[in-house]
């Protein structure tokens, strides 16, 4: 269980550095430049034996590592700004709460049995995030902004989807650490492409930028990799590994938010906090 408490370590640091970053003011899109090129360097270093299934294997698992590493920068960025905007707390429960999609492609894809259980989780997980999302008239927030959790909620569900996806079709193929390499490189190239068409006040590098960039793209990576040793050698069941993960990231971003950041919920957050633990708990157990 080592390899899970990094992973859901890295997963939630990363959400803390994104409040961070907009504490001290500095450049949220630059730090996540750096970090997929941090990333994706880590990566080929670790894996570097096996780069040679690039230009032996080219098929449509490139394809899919293409539109997964674009969708890696365009969520990253919803991310921070969902985070830097609502808080560590709705950012987090969005983010963990979208595990009912890759569930739910689950169902379709390998025809499962579909359950009482897995039903109620589905429908308590869109409650817990209408509720955790949820503002009083006191607790101004730009209404607009109320669309980012339910965007993070929809685009990580189905870049889990199309992970999985990929693994089942093509990584018998290729090497995981290769893909999660191309990956990586795939979101910094697009990422600094994205950076290159933004106006140029918005073009911004301090130091202090870099700093994050690169603790970012570590525990960006360790999130992943961590998670991955953790299905491959715990030998517990791959439901039971999400749903701790889910439940572990949940739990540990809401006491950084309220121990570290001050933030605040309203009687019916603490309502959505609440069932989206029950509802991780329900899911795990569906699987």
Not at 19 to 39: H, P, Q
Not at 185 to 212: C, D, E, Q
């Amino acid at each position: 269980m080592s390899y899970l408490a990094l992973s859901i370590l890295c997963s939630t640091f990363i959400l803390i550095l994104f409040k961070l970053l907009d504490k001290r003011g500095l450049n949220t899109f630059s730090a996540i430049i750096i970090n997929y090129f941090v990333a994706s360097v880590l990566g080929f270093f670790l894996g570097y034996s096996e780069m040679h299934v690039f230009f032996e294997n080219p098929g449509r698992w490139m394809l899919f590592a293409l539109i997964i590493g674009v969708s890696f920068v365009i969520m990253f960025y919803i991310i921070a700004i969902t985070t830097q905007k609502l808080g560590i707390t709705v950012s987090s429960v969005s983010g963990r709460m979208s595990v009912i999609i890759p569930i739910v492609f689950s169902i379709l894809y390998e025809n499962e049995v579909v359950g009482m259980i897995k039903v109620s989780g589905i429908v308590f997980a869109l409650l817990a995030l209408f509720l955790m999302v949820f503002r009083e008239s006191d607790q101004p927030v730009d209404r607009k902004l109320l669309f980012l959790p339910f965007i993070m909620f929809f685009g990580m569900g189905t870049i889990d989807s199309l992970i999985k996806y990929s693994q089942a079709e093509f990584l018998e193929s290729v090497h995981l650490t290769s893909f999660m390499t191309l990956l990586f490189g795939i979101s910094a190239i697009s990422s600094f492409l994205f950076h290159l068409i933004r106006p140029k006040r918005s073009r911004t590098f301090s130091k202090k930028t870099v700093l994050f960039g690169l603790v970012l793209g570590l525990v960006n990576f360790g999130s992943l990799y961590f998670f991955v040793l953790a299905l491959s050698h715990s030998g517990v069941d791959s439901s039971i590994i999400f749903g701790i993960n889910n439940l572990g990231i949940v739990t540990l971003s809401i006491l950084v938010a309220l121990l570290v950041f001050q933030e605040k919920l309203s009687k019916l957050n603490w309502v959505g906090v609440l069932l989206s633990l029950i509802t991780i708990i329900i899911l795990s157990i569906s699987g």
